[in-house]
């Protein structure tokens, strides 16, 4: 059973910095597995945010964080991470971890297995 543990969000100030942590079990990624991050602001879809594919680290990200968040991977700690900087008020949400076998999309309903979630707040 695929299992993807989140840690790292918070309350932080616009202008910081956060990492947020996603950790696999039950899995040995290969080739064709793409680890991807989303996020929920309040009263609204869940929206892509980075995906990252795992045996090449190809990255893909969503316009609005280009430039401020980093996707990366630890093969060896089967985790990936999402480097956040310059974070802004539009930030806050929850934020999920998803995995998926296949090409990197930002179509939510294309992966299946999901993190528990993890707040971010950023004030202003």
């Known amino acids: 059973q695929v299992q993807l543990v989140q840690s790292g969000g918070g309350l932080v100030q616009a202008g910081c910095s956060l990492r947020l942590s996603c950790v696999a079990s039950?899995?040995?990624?290969?080739?064709?597995?793409?680890m991807g991050w989303f996020r929920q602001p309040p009263g609204k879809e869940r929206e892509f945010v980075a995906a990252?594919?795992?045996?090449?680290?190809?990255?893909n990200y969503a316009d609005s964080v280009k430039g401020r968040f980093t996707i990366s991977r630890d093969s060896a700690k089967n985790t990936v991470y999402l480097q956040m900087n310059s974070l802004k008020p539009e930030d806050t949400a929850v934020y999920y971890c998803a995995e998926r076998f296949g090409i990197a999309t930002m179509m939510t309903s294309m992966y299946g297995y999901w993190g528990q979630g993890t707040q971010v707040t950023v004030s202003s």
């Open positions: 990252i594919t795992w045996h090449n680290g190809n990255t």
């Open positions: 039950g899995r040995t990624y290969s080739a064709n597995y793409v």
